[in-house]
């Protein structure tokens, strides 16, 4: 009985510091979903006065399209959820960049550029946690072709160059990315095509990247190839794209971009386009105040991509101004030149239609305020 009453007073006594009571495990912690993005206005100037108030012929002008008037460039909000394993990145656009980059999309069933016109990516992300770190995302991501990117903010000018307008800006499959060292990547894709959501063909159109990084220096070979051509499975785009930026001093910054390409043709001989771009960026430390300069050679001999036989010049200076954090000011003056009219004027011909001129010069101011 004593035993009994022993055992019972025991279990009644609260434990001692020899024997504590488990405490819970710590909630970790919920992942923030973040809101961000920014409006890019301008208004630009065109020495030929386009009757159309068209800057660049059709096809092009994913900045600062519109003359003589005042612009939405691009409104853009992302959605972020950041991918701890998983995540997603939303952003949705609205101005006159998103309608020149969707205007070649697919008019089919489930598919038009109406329907895609304020997608600017829309992806699934994933770090696998496999290796030194795969990652894998799919949906509608930007390209990974060329120096400059869709959004004004993060280029050295305004205005882009014809690499990068006549190469992808977002392309839509499946991406791995994986860190080969501290300093080495790469990069595969499959995807639907060429600046596509909708696919004009059965088949499919592979990239990859490989490219190094150090703090002074930073240099990727890209990659593009595929049928991109309508109901055509054959016939094969093929380009090389090799971008290399240098910081030779903490203020100066320099970059270069070279494109070749080919694409096979049903009839006749292949198509060939290439072109190379140069840049410098002085941006004083200590400064809100930034200068770039681009210089640019493009060779559409074919008028396979451009849509006309053409050689294109340009020059393009930027001066770029931070007043304060969040607002970006940047005023530019540009010079093209082609081989071909490719340039509105003022003046209308018999069809109703601007006739062409072989140059331009614009004059803009571009403002981007980011939150």
Partial sequence: MKCLLAGALLLALPATAQDPVPSPSPTPAPRQLQLRGFVDGYFAYNSNKPADHANFFPGVGTSAKRDHEFGVNLAQVDL???????????????????????????????????????????SAQWQTGVGRGLSLEAGVFPSHIGIETFQTKDNWNYTRSWLGELSPYYQTGLKLAYPLSSRWSAQF???????????????????????????????????????ELSNNDDDMRVLGDVVATLKPTPSLSLGVSVDLAREGRPAGASADWRGIGLYARIAPLESRTAFALRGEYYDDQDGAISGLAQTLKEVTATLEHRPVSHLILKLEGRYDRSSAPAFASDELGLDGSPIRKRSQFLLLLGAVAAF
């Fill in 80 to 122: 972020v959820l950041p991918p701890e394993p998983v995540g997603f990145k939303l952003s949705l656009g609205f101005g006159n960049a998103t309608e020149v980059v969707h205007a070649a999309e697919l008019r089919g069933v489930a598919t038009h550029p109406d329907v895609w016109r304020n997608v600017v990516q829309a």
């Fill in 189 to 227: 894709h499959v995807l639907n095509g060429w600046q596509v959501i909708g696919d004009t063909n059965r088949g499919k159109t592979i990239g990859g990247q490989l490219a190094y990084g150090s703090d002074r220096l930073s240099i990727s070979f890209n990659g593009i190839a595929g049928p």
